[in-house]
């Protein structure tokens, strides 16, 4: 039997690096749950757990809502608040600085993209990319996305005062 090539099928979950591929994507994580830190695969560290639901603020997937998430990875620091352990080190997790139900909202970028660690982080937004996401919000109905999971945010055409981005960041 000859070997077939696997079909992107766009999986069960939100995948941050393909989200964040063509360039920095702004996004609303509401923060469910913190899980126990669990032994990583592929490396000697740990994992750290976050369960979020995700509203999508820019982009060509403006507006997308994603409930229950789980991430692990480089964006837990983020979620988390505080930076995740160096293990190679000896540092121990510490536990977050953020609270279940806390809106964190992040300019999601991949960090060292096409090599074999690239990753998606969360940057902290500027206070243009803040306004941006604030009209996605209460265009998506502010606290009452996480709970319809629907999203009715048409994407924003930033005001005058607000421009300066690039093609990529309308923001």
Not at 65 to 92: D, M, W, Y
């Amino acid at each position: 039997m000859a070997l077939q090539r696997a079909k992107r099928t766009g999986g069960a979950f939100l995948d941050l690096k393909e989200l964040a591929a063509d360039g920095p994507v702004l996004a609303v994580f509401h923060v469910r749950e913190f899980h126990a830190p669990e032994k990583a695969t592929g490396f000697d560290g740990v994992n750290l757990p976050v369960i979020a639901d995700v509203l999508i603020c820019s982009g060509p997937r403006e507006g997308e809502v994603h409930l229950g998430e789980r991430f692990i990875g480089a964006i837990t620091s983020t979620l988390r608040g505080v930076r995740n352990p160096k293990t190679a080190q000896g540092e121990q997790p510490q536990p977050p600085t953020t609270a279940v139900n806390d809106e964190i909202v992040a300019r999601i970028k991949v960090l060292n993209p096409g090599k074999s660690n690239a990753g998606a982080v969360g940057d902290e937004p500027s206070d243009a990319e803040m306004k941006a996401v604030e009209r996605v919000y209460e265009a998506a109905g502010g606290e009452a996305v996480w709970t319809t999971g629907a999203s009715t945010a048409t994407s924003a055409t930033p005001e005058p005062a607000m421009a300066g981005g690039t093609a990529k960041r309308p923001w």
